[in-house]
């Protein structure tokens, strides 16, 4: 690989990893405050947080969907419509996020119970998820932003709005959790108040840098055609059919697991974490793909955008290969800083090692796949995603896990092997190059 084309991968994926890098370090903070109110406190964040990933994973494929239409704009070298693809996501989630809200908010109250029924947790759990709710609008507005600036190489200015935002989000949980500068002391509800104000926080940048950085490309200058719209839907659409099945699978897998035992869901829950951290740079890549691909088919060059993905996904697989090697060799050196108890650890230890494993595989799947997305193969992504997880890996875990026996390593074996038979099916995928005849 030519050193000005590694270049070009590493400037727009590592303003991506140092948002996400950020993004977790600000939600471990989040996590110490909302802790010193007690467990029932800290179950009901950390049921809600989940929850609203899931609720919300309907309208964040908008994200995608802008993203590819717009670095196909740039590639074209239209300088007039980039923002294009930006005001159609705009409207349809201004559209679509209240009535979403709206729902959703009528709807916690009978469906929170479900996922604990502990009162205590319940009891601080819902009006935290109502606060979360009512702010999809402006989570949905800011990851539309999110995929314009990664589509014309501005992740920087992504990065620096999730760190205002998150940032924004522990001083307001100061003040909202213990009632400071005279405010008052609100506690759970007060942490899901603060980020929901720190959500409009960001939005309201994206807009500023939106006015100063992408007016001469389109940005809020007319209303999107109806053609507009529809493109960006069919992208958007699937990708979030694909995003919400993905993370009711998360659900049922800690399910499955639950009917193994307490002390594999204590595992899993760790071995989750670590593995949704160690890949945060494979997803930043694959952005980066992303991108890379939708400019080179936006400037009718099929060749170099087949170039592109093969180019990332090797840079993919040193990276996570690197930060694999510690899980497989000394996965206690990891384990240890979460699980205390010598028979939990006993049961991740090996299942870490297989993290590891699978990660090198994987790197390429999770790079592809969003390049994928990027010259606009959603449907077929979706497809994929939801056949092996839903068809092939949940129905497999149940009978490999709780009826055979075999318990979290079985599990853990099968999820493993479900996700690098993925990566395959995305190497074909783009070997095959389909994806280049699709227009956007």
């Known amino acids: 690989m030519e050193p000005q084309r590694l270049q070009r991968i590493l400037g ?7 948002g996400m890098v950020s993004q977790n370090v600000l939600n471990l903070v989040d996590t110490a405050m909302v802790g010193t109110l007690g467990d029932a406190a800290l179950a009901a964040v950390g049921l809600g947080g989940f929850a609203i990933f899931m609720l919300q994973a309907m309208v964040l494929g908008v994200s ?20 294009a693809p930006l005001n159609a996501g705009l409207l349809i989630v201004a559209i679509v996020g209240p009535l979403l809200s709206l729902v959703l908010f009528f709807l916690v109250p009978a469906f929170y119970p479900y996922l604990n029924s502990d009162p205590a947790v319940i009891e601080q759990g819902v009006p935290y998820l109502e606060a979360r709710v009512l702010a999809i609008i402006f989570v949905a507005f800011n990851y539309a932003f999110r995929g314009y600036w990664n589509a014309v190489d501005r992740s920087k200015l992504y990065m620096s709005t999730l760190v205002v935002m998150h940032s924004s989000n522990i001083v307001l949980n100061y003040i909202l959790i213990f009632g400071k500068f ?7 509800l007060g942490a899901g108040i603060a980020s929901a104000l720190s959500t ?6 994206y807009i500023y840098l939106g ?16 053609s507009e719209t ?8 699937p990708n979030g059919v694909q995003q919400t099945l993905f993370s009711a699978g998360f659900v049922m897998t800690f399910w499955i697991i639950g009917q193994v035992g307490t002390a594999e869901v204590a595992a899993a829950n ?81 299942p870490m090692r297989l993290v590891g494993i699978s990660l090198v595989f994987e790197a ?5 796949m969003s390049a994928l997305l990027g010259a606009g193969d959603a449907r077929r992504v979706m497809l994929v995603s939801v056949t092996t997880q839903w068809l092939v890996f949940l129905p497999l875990a149940y009978l490999v896990g709780p009826l055979l026996g075999f318990g979290l390593l079985g599990i853990w074996a099968l999820q493993g092997l479900y996700r690098v038979a993925q990566a395959f099916i995305y190497v074909g995928f783009w070997r095959g190059g389909r994806w280049a005849r699709i227009k956007v």
Do not use: C
Request: charge should be positive.
């Open 182 to 188: 005279g405010a008052p002391a609100l506690g759970v």
């Open 211 to 226: 006015l100063r950085y992408a007016r001469e490309n389109g940005f809020l200058k007319r209303l999107p055609s109806g």
């Open 364 to 368: 390429a799947g999770l790079v592809l």
């Open 64 to 83: 995608t969907g802008v993203q590819a239409t717009a670095a196909r704009r740039k590639g074209e070298g239209e300088t007039a419509n980039w923002a």
């Open 200 to 205: 409009v926080v960001g939005t309201a940048m």
């Open 12 to 18: 727009l994926a590592l303003p991506i990893i140092g």
């Open 270 to 350: 760790v071995l989750i974490n670590v593995t949704l951290v160690a890949i945060l740079p494979g997803l930043a890549l694959g952005m980066s793909a992303s991108t890379l691909v939708g400019q080179a088919l936006g400037r009718g060059d099929p060749e170099d955008a087949a170039r592109w993905g093969w180019d990332v996904s090797k840079v993919g697989v040193v990276v996570l290969a690197i930060l694999a090697l510690p899980m497989v060799v000394v996965p206690d050196w990891i384990l240890l800083g979460f699980i205390h108890n010598p028979d939990t650890l006993a049961l991740a230890r090996l």
């Open 230 to 237: 529809r493109t960006l839907v069919r992208l958007a659409l």
